[in-house]
């Protein structure tokens, strides 16, 4: 252990004397409170602070990465290229404690530049209310909205496994499925079916009622508030872009017998696809969990059928943990990144010269950041390749990171809360499975290296 201790000290003193070192530290220093002043976003307080983290924590991020590779990649490559490695193996070192000793560097590195970064981006973003003049209501907006982690529950979808059997068998019997069947197949048919029946679930028409129960709904504080977001989608675009309905929010189970949780009643008039919060009392939410959320389509408004979209037509928002521990999460999981990058390059680095080892990781850095478009593209090839897809290339595809799923600004920005289970996904995915296997294979291939040759 001390050797691996006296390898990584002395990593990290090479670093130090980089001029890389000192020219990313004082960019970031000088970038990170100019940005915290001089972003705008929507002219809102709330619309700088998301403006302000979503950049600065992607910005630190992105030059944290880069600087992770090349240091993992040249501090083992350098040894090779001026021959230090053979002083360095003459001592009383093993292989795979010099590899363990440099990969630690790297990550002592990171710990210490990523919690400097972080510290300052979250000590701008705290008193960035302070710098600029915001009436009291973009105050409660920016506490409500993004100084907070707010769990999201989604209304489940409805079973029209029945609904859609019946359509696709009067679907059959006509000319038009067979028309269907020669350019699309029937899983697809299938699928566009199920959708459709699940917007038919979530359409009013005018005079009707939709009504979404939630379940174990936990808010933080009692006292505090939840919200019920939105957005309408219309069969028919009203003149003023505009639809009327009615609103109930509590434990509506309670109508016929004694009311002992309050239900919230709102009469609102919204503009179409266009997002809408309501603000709701969290005492809404009855002890056990339960939150009804009803929309009436007004008929003497109203003369359009009124749909909530599948993906983001409503959704019910409610304060579960606070901003500054959903920030810490974020951070672990920008860590969790380097990590998995500086297994990457120590790996890359024991079989491969610099220029290579270097545009190797960063291939697989900018593949990871756009790991969803490529999986879905792989995907759309697979209907054609079939099987061989699925024994070849998939498990390859899948083995790669996939850092734009594990997006911390997706959560932070939004106010979204980013569990410790999700976190713990991550670092055991990211961390214990995949950078271990990296780890595991550079160990394995530098052992097994030559480093020189004995002539006689």
């Keep these: 252990m001390r050797s691996i201790w006296a390898v990584a000290v002395n990593t990290i003193k090479h670093f130090v004397r980089m001029r890389i070192a000192p020219a990313l530290i004082v960019l970031l220093v000088v970038l990170l409170p100019i940005m915290g002043l001089k972003v705008t976003g929507d002219e809102t307080l709330k619309g700088r602070l998301q403006t302000f983290v979503s950049y600065g924590l992607s910005l630190t991020s992105l030059l944290l990465c880069l600087l992770t590779i090349v240091v993992s990649v040249y501090s083992v490559s350098s040894d090779f290229q001026h021959k230090q490695i053979y002083t360095v193996l003459t001592k009383p070192i093993r292989r795979f404690e010099l590899l363990l000793g440099k990969m630690l560097g790297v990550i002592l590195l990171d710990v210490v530049l ?12 705290s008193y960035m209310p302070r710098f600029f003049d915001a009436d009291p209501q973009q105050r409660r907006q920016a506490r409500d909205e993004f100084f907070t982690a707010r769990a999201a529950l989604k209304p489940p979808n409805v079973d029209v496994t029945e609904d859609v059997k019946q359509a696709y068998k009067k679907l059959a019997q006509s000319e038009h499925l067979r028309q269907m069947l020669e350019k699309t197949k ?8 199920g959708k459709q029946k699940q917007l038919e679930k979530r359409a009013a028409v005018p005079g009707r009622e939709l009504v979404w129960e939630f379940e174990d709904v936990r808010p933080l504080d009692p006292n505090d508030a939840l919200f019920v977001k939105f957005k309408y989608d219309v069969a028919v675009n009203p003149p003023d872009l505009k639809v009327a309905g009615k ?3 509590g434990d509506i189970r309670q109508y016929g017998g004694p009311i002992k949780t309050p239900v919230y009643s709102f009469d609102r008039s919204d503009l179409i696809r266009t997002f809408h919060e309501i603000r709701v009392p969290a005492g809404a939410v009855a002890l056990d969990g339960y939150l009804a959320v009803a929309f009436f389509n007004d008929p003497h408004v109203n003369n359009t059928v009124v749909i909530f979209p599948l993906e983001d037509g409503l959704e019910v928002l409610y304060k579960a943990d606070s901003f500054t521990a959903n920030f810490v999460r974020a951070v672990i999981m920008i860590f969790c990144r380097l990590v998995f990058l500086a297994s990457l390059g120590i790996l890359a680095s024991t079989f491969l010269s610099f220029p290579v080892a270097m545009l190797l990781c960063l291939l697989i850095f900018f593949t990871g950041t756009v790991s969803g478009f490529v999986l879905e593209s792989f995907d759309y090839l697979s209907e054609n390749m079939g099987t061989l897809y699925s024994l070849t290339v998939r498990p390859v595809v899948r083995l790669l990171p996939h850092f734009d799923k594990a997006n911390p600004t997706k959560f932070l920005v939004p106010a979204r809360l980013l569990s410790w289970r999700l976190l713990a996904e991550v670092l055991g995915l990211m961390v214990c499975i995949k950078a271990s296997l990296l780890t595991l294979f550079a160990l394995l291939i530098f052992s097994r290296r030559e480093i020189a040759k004995i002539t006689v």
């Design 247 to 249: 609103w109930l929010i």
């Design 186 to 193: 029937k899983r697809q048919i299938l699928a566009e079916l």
């Design 114 to 125: 990523l919690s400097l970064f972080a510290s300052m981006i979250y000590a701008i973003t």
